[in-house]
């Protein structure tokens, strides 16, 4: 019977971690999520590729003067997640389930990534519970609806498959992972480099010249793999490369660095939290490495992704989500570290430390995932994406140029859209004959999403409110009001009435 139980007992994480994964992805196909207000930008030319074979972004004329026009290629960020969105278009079809599944299985395929890394970082811990554990924490923490869950994964098996160089041609398998991190996302690709770098250089027992040439290696396959991805849309444009280019120079530019982080602080401040935890972890556990003589192992876990994050903060506006890239690292690098070090180990008062700091900042960090459960969890029927999208369609004739955001979901194939979270160039003002926009974000219930300053003034001339769906009600617990906005599907619809 004992043996019996202990041969069952490793079983118990795996299908707790299962169970869990599976039921994420059944609440996200029952409720389904609010976009990302990014959702757009990074989806449009992957549905418009599925849906009528351009990959192409009509509805983001107006973000930069891109050259080539954007309505005819989109080359101004790497093509793999629209591209991959695209694929799983074609094969699954568009609609706000798709859109919300394919980011839910990116999600659930990130947490098994970070699992999987944790394993590789403690072969000699035979539980199976640490190993969850860290798949566990990332589930409800980065951005969702943009690239960075799958240019982590890519950066997470790069760097797998540095722990063990002996085996197989691993800076070849590093460098082509490095670059699919590349065409999926250049900041993510840039972070996982450095920590992949780091780990090469700290390998023992080579010799300074084989780890360089390793390093060398790994740069130029890493290169040939986001050439290879952008030569598709060169063949449609040879000077598609001048939207690249273009777009990065802009997010190079940067703001007051208190303005845009006090921005970021409003928009994020559960996100940074949890970044911040893993953070203080890391600096924990260093503590217990200097004691325990650890110390070059510290170094090759964590310096690495500590110094991007510090070059992340000094160089982005704000950017929060960019932090969390190492996150998953810095994650599975943690909990592997935690489990090592507790079990005989004299020091353990910084590693409980570490272990609860590492919790609490991601649990906190959760809050804003949790919130949006229970809010879409919470919609009333006709604020729920079906009837409101139905309401909508009678409302919006087809073919009519639409000013929208998240209804872009509702109305892309049927209406040329423009998108309502840029600033469209007056010259376009003329072509738009309706705007549909949610309160979603707005802060007031009843209240739909204000207009770019620009275009406030003659929204406010030559456009007349025809429906109004808004929700009124934020979502409340116990008589608290928990959010500020009144969330929901249903939507405000503006007419064209004069020229």
Same mark, same amino acid.
């Given at each position: 019977?004992?043996?019996?139980?202990?041969?069952?007992?490793?079983?118990?994480?795996?299908?707790?971690?299962?169970?869990?994964?599976?039921?994420?992805?059944?609440?996200?196909?029952?409720?389904?999520?609010?976009?990302?207000? %990014?959702?757009?930008?990074?989806?449009?030319?992957?549905?418009?590729?599925?849906?009528?074979?351009?990959?192409?972004?009509?509805?983001?004329?107006?973000?930069?003067?891109?050259?080539?026009?954007?309505?005819?290629?989109?080359?101004?960020?790497?093509?793999?997640?629209?591209?991959?969105?695209?694929?799983?278009?074609?094969?699954?079809?568009?609609?706000?389930?798709?859109?919300?599944?394919?980011?839910?299985?990116?999600?659930?395929?990130?947490?098994?990534?970070?699992?999987?890394?944790?394993?590789?970082?403690?072969?000699?811990?035979?539980?199976?519970?640490?190993?969850?554990?860290?798949?566990?924490?990332?589930?409800?923490?980065?951005?969702?609806?943009?690239?960075?869950?799958?240019?982590?994964?890519?950066?997470?098996?790069?760097?797998?498959?540095?722990? %063990?160089?002996?085996?197989?041609?691993?800076?070849? @398998?590093?460098?082509?992972?490095?670059?699919?991190?590349?065409?999926?996302?250049?900041?993510?690709?840039?972070?996982?480099?450095?920590?992949?770098?780091?780990?090469?250089?700290?390998?023992?027992?080579?010799?300074?010249?084989?780890?360089?040439?390793?390093?060398?290696?790994?740069?130029?396959?890493?290169?040939?793999?986001?050439?290879?991805?952008?030569?598709?849309?060169?063949?449609?444009?040879?000077?598609?490369?001048?939207?690249?280019?273009?777009? +990065?120079?802009?997010?190079?530019?940067? +703001?007051?660095?208190?303005?845009?982080?006090?921005?970021?602080?409003?928009?994020?401040?559960?996100?940074?939290?949890?970044? +911040?935890?893993?953070?203080?972890?890391?600096?924990?556990?260093?503590?217990?490495?200097?004691?325990?003589?650890?110390?070059?192992?510290?170094?090759?876990?964590?310096?690495?992704?500590?110094?991007?994050?510090?070059?992340?903060?000094? @160089?982005?506006?704000?950017?929060?989500?960019?932090?969390?890239?190492?996150?998953?690292?810095?994650?599975?690098?943690?909990?592997?570290?935690?489990?090592?070090?507790?079990?005989?180990?004299?020091?353990?008062?910084?590693?409980?430390?570490?272990?609860?700091?590492?919790?609490?900042?991601?649990?906190?960090?959760?809050?804003?995932?949790?919130?949006?459960?229970?809010?879409?969890?919470?919609?009333?029927?006709? @604020?729920?994406?079906?009837?409101?999208?139905?309401?909508?369609?009678?409302?919006?004739?087809?073919?009519?140029?639409?000013?929208?955001?998240?209804?872009?979901?509702?109305?892309?194939?049927?209406?040329?859209?423009?998108?309502?979270?840029?600033?469209?160039?007056?010259?376009?003002?003329?072509?738009?004959?309706?705007?549909?926009?949610?309160?979603?974000?707005?802060?007031?219930?009843?209240?739909?999403?204000?207009?770019?300053?620009?275009?406030?003034?003659?929204?406010?001339?030559?456009?007349?409110?025809?429906?109004?769906?808004?929700?009124?009600?934020?979502?409340?617990?116990?008589?608290?009001?928990?959010?500020?906005?009144?969330?929901?599907?249903?939507?405000?619809?503006?007419?064209?009435?004069?020229?």
């Amino acid at each position: 019977m004992s043996s019996a139980t202990e041969k069952k007992t490793p079983r118990l994480p795996c299908y707790v971690f299962t169970a869990v994964m599976v039921a994420y992805l059944g609440l996200v196909a029952l409720h389904g999520r609010l976009l990302n207000i %990014d959702e757009v930008f990074y989806k449009a030319a992957g549905a418009h590729w599925a849906l009528d074979g351009n990959f192409a972004a009509p509805e983001l004329i107006g973000r930069l003067p891109f050259d080539p026009p954007i309505e005819k290629i989109f080359a101004c960020y790497p093509p793999l997640y629209p591209f991959s969105f695209g694929v799983f278009t074609r094969v699954f079809g568009f609609g706000h389930l798709q859109v919300c599944l394919f980011d839910a299985m990116l999600r659930v395929l990130l947490c098994v990534v970070t699992a999987h890394t944790a394993r590789r970082l403690m072969p000699n811990v035979s539980s199976a519970w640490p190993t969850a554990m860290a798949g566990l924490l990332v589930l409800p923490l980065g951005a969702i609806g943009r690239p960075d869950d799958l240019a982590v994964v890519w950066g997470l098996l790069a760097c797998t498959r540095l722990l %063990d160089y002996s085996a197989g041609n691993r800076g070849l @398998q590093a460098g082509v992972l490095l670059g699919l991190s590349a065409a999926t996302s250049l900041v993510a690709a840039a972070v996982f480099a450095v920590i992949a770098t780091g780990l090469v250089l700290t390998e023992t027992g080579v010799s300074v010249g084989r780890r360089m040439g390793r390093v060398t290696l790994m740069g130029i396959v890493s290169a040939v793999v986001l050439v290879a991805a952008f030569i598709p849309l060169l063949w449609v444009d040879g000077h598609a490369w001048r939207q690249i280019v273009n777009h +990065g120079v802009d997010a190079l530019r940067t +703001g007051g660095f208190w303005e845009t982080w006090s921005e970021g602080w409003r928009n994020g401040r559960y996100l940074i939290v949890a970044s +911040g935890g893993v953070i203080v972890t890391a600096l924990l556990l260093l503590t217990w490495a200097i004691r325990t003589g650890s110390g070059a192992l510290w170094l090759r876990w964590f310096l690495a992704a500590l110094v991007m994050i510090v070059m992340i903060v000094l @160089q982005t506006r704000g950017k929060y989500y960019y932090v969390w890239f190492a996150g998953p690292w810095l994650v599975a690098a943690s909990v592997a570290l935690i489990a090592q070090a507790w079990g005989g180990c004299r020091h353990r008062a910084p590693v409980f430390t570490a272990a609860a700091v590492l919790v609490c900042g991601c649990v906190y960090g959760a809050q804003f995932w949790v919130v949006e459960r229970l809010v879409v969890a919470s919609l009333p029927t006709e @604020q729920r994406f079906d009837a409101a999208a139905a309401r909508i369609k009678m409302v919006v004739p087809e073919g009519a140029t639409i000013l929208a955001f998240e209804h872009w979901v509702t109305l892309v194939g049927r209406n040329p859209i423009r998108d309502h979270t840029i600033t469209t160039p007056e010259s376009t003002w003329g072509s738009i004959d309706y705007i549909v926009l949610t309160g979603n974000g707005s802060r007031a219930p009843g209240v739909a999403q204000p207009h770019p300053p620009a275009f406030a003034e003659y929204a406010a001339k030559h456009f007349e409110r025809i429906d109004d769906n808004l929700a009124r009600e934020p979502l409340r617990l116990g008589g608290f009001r928990i959010t500020n906005s009144a969330y929901g599907w249903g939507a405000v619809v503006y007419r064209r009435v004069s020229p």
